[in-house]
C-alpha cells in the first residue's frame, strides 16, 4: 500500500468474549475483530519499520455498526521515553478501585503488566461507596446519563457549598470544556 510493505496482526475478540460482550457483538455494536497494521519496510525510507499504519476494527455480524478503519498518514515518537506511571498519568489514572487480577491462561507479559500497574498506583480502601470516575471521553449512552447526572449533583452541591473534592474535580472538568458545559446546560432543563 502507497509503496510500503505491510505487517498485518489480528486480533480475535470474539473467542474469549464473555457472553455479555457475545451478545452486543452479535447485535452489532461491538466488533468481533480488531486487524493491525504496521510497516515493515519503506522504500522511500520516510516511515520506520514498526511504526503502526492502519488499525481497522471488523465485524463477522452483517449490519454491524461496530466497523471503522484509521489509517495514520505519519508518525511521530514522543520526545522523552515513557514509563508507566508516566503512561498511567497521561491518561488521567491515579488510583485503582480494586487490586489488578488476571484471567488463569495470562501470557506472562500480562501478569508482569498487572503487578507492574498494581505497584505503580495504590489501590483505594474497598470499604465504602467510591464516587464515580468521571470519564471525560466516553460517548457510550449510559456513561454519558451517568456523568450528567453525576455534573447535575455536583453542581448542586456546589452551589449550597458542600461540594466533596470529587465534585469539586468534576466542576473543574465542566469549567475547562466547552463540550461538558454544553451538555450541562442542554440538560438543565430536563
Same mark, same amino acid.
Given at each position: 500500500? #502507497?509503496?510500503? *510493505? ?9 473467542? #474469549? ?20 497494521? #504496521? ?31 484509521? *489509517? ?119
Amino acid at each position: 500500500v #502507497d509503496g510500503l *510493505i505491510l505487517r498485518r496482526f489480528t486480533l480475535d475478540f470474539y473467542a #474469549d468474549a464473555s457472553s455479555s460482550l457475545r451478545a452486543s457483538m452479535l447485535n452489532g455494536q461491538m466488533p468481533t475483530d480488531m486487524e493491525v497494521y #504496521d510497516v515493515a519496510a519503506d522504500p522511500s525510507g520516510q516511515r520506520a519499520s514498526g511504526t503502526p499504519y492502519s488499525v481497522k476494527h471488523t465485524s463477522r455480524f452483517e449490519g454491524s455498526t461496530a466497523i471503522s478503519e484509521k *489509517i495514520f498518514k505519519s508518525f511521530e515518537p514522543l520526545a522523552e521515553k515513557l514509563t508507566l506511571s508516566s503512561v498511567l498519568a497521561r491518561f488521567g489514572v491515579t488510583q485503582l478501585a480494586n487490586k489488578c487480577t488476571v484471567p488463569p491462561n495470562a501470557t506472562q507479559n500480562m501478569t508482569t503488566l498487572a503487578a507492574e500497574v498494581h505497584a505503580a498506583l495504590s489501590p483505594v480502601s474497598v470499604s465504602g461507596r467510591h464516587p464515580r470516575k468521571m470519564q471525560p471521553f466516553v460517548e457510550v449512552a449510559s456513561e454519558l446519563v451517568a456523568n450528567v447526572k453525576a455534573l447535575h449533583t455536583a453542581k448542586y452541591h456546589d452551589a449550597l457549598g458542600n461540594a466533596s473534592d470529587a465534585e469539586k474535580e468534576a466542576m473543574l472538568i465542566v469549567s475547562d470544556s466547552p463540550y461538558w458545559s454544553w451538555i450541562l446546560e442542554q440538560n438543565e432543563d430536563a
